[in-house]
């Protein structure tokens, strides 16, 4: 059942917009990273920031980066092979250390994945397992992850694969003493949300995909007084409820850039400050053709903290056309 309803996922929001073609958009929904509503999920804004949480800092004035300007071309960090997927990257302090989601295929268990690198300018590897953070899920659900701006709290979201109409979770927070220690999982929730939560750079707001079916209505924004409590009830993002197929949003360092996955490519929406509504998205990078109509597709982005690198998922489908069969890799953009 966990396959069919991947490739349900999978399949919906390009058939609705591209007419019935059969290729598939990464999404980080179920993250970040794989699918337009597969397993993945976009992280969020990632890098040297505030401390909210533990620390109790959240809501404190930071200066923040500019999210503006042109991205130059991907760059692969790694792939697996099929039937391997990734979903939902999120990119740790100084681009050095980066978790996501793996799974063998689409009906095997997911497991979050942390990598490490000596610099920027290296290469990520595929990395290795976190078992404290897949204890937040049951074996069978599509997972999420989000980091801190420090790094040192996880946002952990996890939900069924029976349910298309069902894409939201509790969402939990792991912490950690310090970059190179292991994260404890909290035993409280802090409330529900939609399918590939990415948390504001002062950590009381969060911005999610539908709850109702991935990139089937407009993405959600909650929000909460403090880093101790649970976030409220979800609403439309201002300006962009008309806007449609977005899925696996990444809240820019900014906070006036929102990155999403819409129609098998990357897409930008900005707007003037905290307090107005998205302006139109804009496409950072859309699907590329193949041969024979096909495409590679991109989802789950996620930005740096200073918004200078890009983050996201890309399936090749290698000419297959059949969900599953693509190959899943990690890739980054400059600018």
């Not at 993945?40 to 909210?52: C, I, L, N, V």
Request: charged share 20%.
């Amino acid at each position: 059942m966990r396959g069919l309803t991947w490739t349900l996922l999978a399949l919906l929001p390009l058939a609705a917009a591209c007419g019935g073609e059969s290729e598939r958009e990464p999404k980080s929904a179920a993250g970040s990273a794989g699918s337009s509503a597969g397993p993945g999920g976009s992280g969020g804004t990632s890098g040297s920031g505030g401390s909210a949480g533990s620390a109790g800092s959240a809501g404190s004035p930071v200066t923040a980066p500019d999210c503006s300007g042109t991205f130059g071309p991907r760059v692969q960090q790694f792939s697996v092979p099929s039937p391997a997927e990734l979903a939902s990257p999120a990119i740790g302090p100084g681009e050095l250390e980066l978790f996501y989601v793996h799974y063998d295929s689409a009906s095997a268990p997911g497991q979050f994945r942390r990598s490490t690198r000596a610099s920027r300018e290296a290469s990520f590897g595929s990395g290795e397992v976190v078992t404290e953070l897949d204890g937040a899920c049951m074996p069978d659900e599509y997972r999420t992850i989000d980091l801190s701006s420090d790094g040192l709290r996880a946002y952990l979201m996890c939900f069924s694969t029976l349910d298309f109409y069902a894409t939201y979770g509790q969402l939990r927070i792991a912490h950690r003493e310090s970059l190179a220690a292991p994260f404890v999982l909290d035993a409280m929730t802090y409330g529900q949300v939609g399918a590939s939560p990415s948390i504001s750079l002062d950590e009381l707001s969060v911005y999610t995909s539908y709850e109702q079916g991935i990139g089937s209505g407009p993405l959600q924004r909650y929000s909460r007084d403090s880093a101790d409590s649970s976030f409220e009830p979800g609403t439309d993002v201002a300006g962009l409820a008309a806007a449609a197929y977005l899925s696996s949003p990444d809240i820019g360092p900014d906070d006036r850039a929102i990155f999403a996955s819409q129609d098998g490519g990357l897409v930008r929406a900005q707007r003037a400050d905290a307090m107005s509504q998205f302006e139109t998205p804009e496409i950072l990078l859309p699907r590329e053709p193949l041969e024979n109509g096909l495409f590679v597709t991109f989802g789950a982005p996620e930005a740096s903290a200073d918004c200078r690198t890009l983050y996201a998922v890309a399936v090749d489908d290698n000419g297959t056309g059949i969900s599953g069969n693509g190959t899943y890799s990690i890739v980054q953009l400059r600018r």
